[in-house]
């Protein structure tokens, strides 16, 4: 199973270190580091597309949870009436490909000046951020209860403290698991950056798709395998920090939803 | 139905360093209720889960009927249990779930019903077969379950702390049907608790186990009345403890010599009575103390009493007795009450 | 602070976010979608564009292509995941653990590109194929890419999406499916009894809910067929795009109507799934 898992791993690896490795050979004739090379070449655009991705990744995490958090607090906690719409509503952009609002907006941000910027693409990019980190961090939330707030308050916090110095540090692991998901679904978008950036916004799987459409499998796997690095970062500090095996709101959060990463 | 359980030198490891479970051996008579008793993590559980069969043991031995069922899958071992949680299949009605065990043997449909009908009397539940498990309480949920147990004539019962998951009010009504029930059927029942006033209320027989390993085995009073060692009488309740000489069956304390009914072995010993066993009266084994403590409890007052020498002891008596602290009296421990615990010399005290 | 001010203003700004870049950008969608377009003087609303769509040949085409892709995709990957679950659930390896979610974190496009380097004519595949002689030219290998069937669509989603739903499976096999087999086996219930009467019961919500979230996914997502489909039919996402993309600006309300369907359609699934969960929420 692990095999099969790494199968579409082993030509990106391959690929990635070749220099001849022509059909029907089945591994390279000659070794090289061109594809490596190729990403520092000051032409290739490669380091300012990937700031590009992680400053528009970055804000949109930052955006995300500040937004998902205070929403998180009210699913998880509080029952109301409506609730179940609300969540419906929020939860649509993730079960909605966010391709036919983008779409929509488009008209919208031209008149605004938000298309063809940076500014622009984030915001389009908390379409699919900000449903996943409120509902990672209702679950959190609901997961928590509100004992231990309960326990400051009555020893002298006040509600506002009680949430700084208590429940906060104790949602922590969660808030980092929703951090991370909605940065990699930052890191992941393609076509709202396409749509949105019309071309003036260059982020690394743009460029991943021409290499991919183009002829040199070496470029396109380097590129590839760095936009992959992010993924498996992100997946090593999930498992081995925040023990996504244990607590079960975790769980949920980095599977429940997880398949939808794109 | 109801075969004799015989298990001998069971081990089991998880793959730590102590092992669960070492060496347990112990027979349990049929329609004899056996409770295996011992605090949380004491491998109980475990002991269980290798006679059901769903953990197979790294040695020793199964034998149920006087046949070892090492190598039986739990599904042909006859041997039905309930679990701390109702565990009742979601998905099935209450006549679905306790017809589960005779519907897995391929028994008719007509004779199915009326055997589920019978099982749902048994335990006082009537009137909702028809309902989902997510419709009844807690304390009916844990009824069905042992009437899917009991459905299939189990050659064993096995219960896995089917109470502790009730409110407390439930408890003593559910401990009752089960006794019940359990006598009617004739049973083999294993009963994991770790509460000994349970253990002493259901048991024929207590087993108490602790760190893996049995510790005891006896009828409930003997924990009281002729426990094997200082943690034994602890576990259950004991706090008056005594150093002394033991010689000519008789022991030499700091209350003076003390005459035992039960011989105490030679050399250092430690005496233990119970508190409800000390006497205010002169006699045998009397000598003088002094109130120190009052504690009403209800139901009996409980005396903590000074006397030479700096020993305390404890004294439960009825709560119509009216002593004050700082009141002299006069102590008796009755020698039939007395017991010698051979392990005094391990206890520096 | 007033309950109900206070929930509000706790959920103000996602539901802005939400409400304005995504129902916003929606309802503009459906706006143009009936041709409503002052900026190109188009003011008369209709429902031309739909007429237009729902006629073509093109879309019913793009329709039948995208149920046939997504329901593929869905149903391997919940056979496959089922039968993971399966084979993993007594193996509690970290190691496994860690490389079987690896997928859910990588890209859709990284595993694109990689599917395709496996499965193309002079991939790894047709190397190995090679090597044993199977074939002699790249060009008698099955062609799996931009092909009819969009094997190498599917191959690539069923990569994602396996252990996605695979995970959920095993958390409930390894939580209350777990426990009732074994109370299922102290009743007498052989092996195939336990999963038919069991264990499958007990999994097969969760796993509907699971298959539901892929098949809404794969129906509404782009960058996969878009890198690896054929050019005609494509998905209607693609179409869509296509569509929005011509210089033609009057095809702007056919692009959107298309949009508004693909919405329409996930949307039920989304509400199958989020009613299916409330079920399971109460159960």
Redo the contacts between chains.
């Keep these: 199973m692990a095999l099969l898992v790494a199968l579409p791993f082993l030509p990106l690896f391959l690929w990635s270190f070749a220099g001849e490795w022509r059909f029907p050979d089945l591994l390279p004739a000659e070794w090289s580091l061109r594809g490596f090379r190729a990403l520092a070449e000051p032409g290739s655009r490669v380091v300012e597309a990937a700031l590009s991705s992680l400053l528009i990744g970055g804000a949109a995490t930052v955006a995300s949870v500040a937004v998902g958090l205070p929403a998180g607090v009210a699913l998880g906690r509080y029952e109301f009436r409506l609730k179940g719409l609300v969540v419906f509503f929020v939860l649509l952009p993730i079960l909605v490909p966010p391709l036919a609002s983008t779409m929509g907006v488009h008209l919208t941000f031209i008149r605004l000046g938000l298309a063809d910027t940076s500014l622009g693409v984030f915001l389009v990019h908390l379409v699919p951020t900000v449903p996943y980190t409120t509902i990672i961090l209702a679950s959190v939330f609901a997961e928590r209860g509100v004992e231990l707030e309960e326990a400051a308050r009555t020893l002298g916090a006040t509600p506002w403290r009680a949430f700084l110095h208590v429940t906060l540090p104790t949602a922590a692991p969660g808030v980092a698991v929703a951090a991370l998901f909605a940065f990699l679904v930052s890191w992941s978008q393609y076509i709202l950056t396409v749509l949105i950036g019309g071309g003036n916004v260059v982020t690394l799987p743009m460029l991943l798709f021409s290499a991919a459409r183009g002829s040199d499998p070496v470029l396109t796997s380097v590129l590839a395998l760095l936009f992959a690095l992010p993924a498996v970062l992100a997946l090593v500090v999930a498992l081995r920090y925040l023990k996504p095996g244990e607590g079960d709101g975790e769980q949920e959060g980095f599977v429940g939803l997880g398949g939808k990463v794109s | 139905m109801s075969a004799r359980l015989e298990i001998e030198g069971l081990t089991h490891s998880y793959g730590g360093d102590e092992p669960a479970l070492s060496e347990l051996t112990l027979s349990v008579e049929p329609g004899e209720l056996v409770a295996l008793l011992g605090p949380s993590g004491c491998g109980k559980t475990t002991a269980l889960k290798v006679v059901a069969g769903l953990l197979s043991p790294t040695h020793g031995d199964v034998r149920i009927g006087g046949e070892s069922v090492l190598g039986v899958p739990p599904e042909r071992r006859g041997a039905a249990m309930v679990f701390q949680k109702s565990l009742l299949f979601p998905h099935m009605t209450v006549e679905g779930n306790v017809g589960f065990g005779l519907r897995m043997r391929g028994v008719p449909r007509g004779e199915a019903r009326g055997r589920v009908e019978r099982a749902l009397k048994r335990v006082r539940i009537e009137g909702f077969a028809g309902r989902k498990p997510g419709a009844l309480s807690g304390g009916q949920q844990q009824r069905v379950a042992l009437a899917r147990a009991l459905v299939t004539e189990p050659r064993l019962l096995l219960l896995d702390e089917p109470l502790s998951a009730l409110d407390a009010n439930l408890r003593e009504g559910m401990r009752e049907l089960i006794k019940e029930v359990q006598r009617e059927g004739d049973h083999t029942t294993v009963f994991v608790t770790h509460d000994q006033e349970e253990a002493v209320v259901l048991a024929d027989r207590i087993a108490l186990v602790t760190g893996g390993r049995l510790r005891m085995y006896d009828h409930p009073e003997a924990f009281y009345e002729r426990p094997l060692s200082r943690e034994i009488a602890e576990f259950f309740g004991a706090t008056n403890f005594l150093r002394g000489q033991a010689r000519n069956g008789c022991v030499e304390t700091p209350l003076g010599t003390l005459r035992l009914e039960h011989p105490a072995p030679p050399g250092e010993v430690t005496l233990t009575i119970r508190p409800e066993a000390v006497r205010l009266e002169g006699g045998e084994n009397s000598f003088s103390a002094r109130v120190r403590g009052v504690t009403y409890l209800g139901t009996q007052v409980l005396y903590g009493l000074d006397v030479s020498g700096g020993v305390h002891l404890r004294a439960a008596l009825p709560p119509h007795t009216r002593l004050a602290v700082g009141d002299e009296v006069t102590a008796r421990l009755p020698a039939e009450s007395l017991w010698a615990l051979a392990d005094g010399e391990t206890t520096p005290g | 602070m007033d ?2 001010v206070k ?1 509000t ?7 802005l ?3 304005v ?12 979608s009936l041709g409503y377009l002052p ?1 190109i003087g188009m003011t008369e609303p209709n429902l031309d564009a739909y007429r237009e769509v729902l006629g073509s040949r093109d879309f019913v085409d793009s329709l039948l292509l995208t149920v046939y892709v997504a329901g593929a995709s869905t149903a391997i990957s919940t056979v496959l995941a089922v039968l ?1 679950a399966l ?2 659930r007594n193996s509690a390896g ?1 190691l ?23 499965v193309s004519q ?3 595949g ?3 194929a ?2 044993l002689g199977l074939i002699g030219e ?1 060009s008698e290998f099955p062609a799996l890419l931009y092909d009819r069937y969009s094997v190498g669509v599917i191959l690539t989603y069923v ?3 396996v ?3 695979a ?2 499976v095993l ?1 409930a096999l390894r939580g ?1 499916a777990g ?2 087999e ?9 092996r195939w ?1 336990r999963f038919w ?2 264990v499958f ?2 999994i097969a919500p969760g796993v509907v809910a ?1 298959s539901l ?2 098949f ?2 794969t ?5 996969v067929p ?2 690896l489909g054929q050019t005609y039919p494509t998905i209607l ?1 693609v179409t ?2 296509n569509e ?1 993309r011509s210089i033609d600006l009057s095809s702007r309300p056919a ?2 109507a298309i ?2 369907l ?2 329409l359609i ?2 039920l ?3 199958a ?2 009613r299916l969960g ?1 079920g399971l929420g ?2």
């Design positions: 309950r109900r929930i203003l706790l959920l103000a700004p996602a539901l976010v939400v409400g870049l995504f129902a916003g950008g929606l309802s503009a969608a459906v706006v143009q900026a993971a084979a993993l970290r496994s653990a860690a490389v079987f979610q690896l997928p859910i974190t990588i890209p859709h496009l990284v595993a694109a590109v990689g599917i395709a380097l496996v002079t991939g790894l047709a190397r190995l090679a090597a790249p990569w994602k999406e252990p996605f739903i995970l959920v958390a209350v426990e009732l074994e109370v299922a086996r102290t009743l007498g219930a052989n009894q009467y069991v019961p007990t699971a979230i892929v809404a996914f129906f509404g997502a782009f960058e878009y890198l996402p869509a795009y929005y692009a959107m949009n508004v693909i919405a996930t949307a699934f989304a509400a799934y989020l409330r109460r159960g």
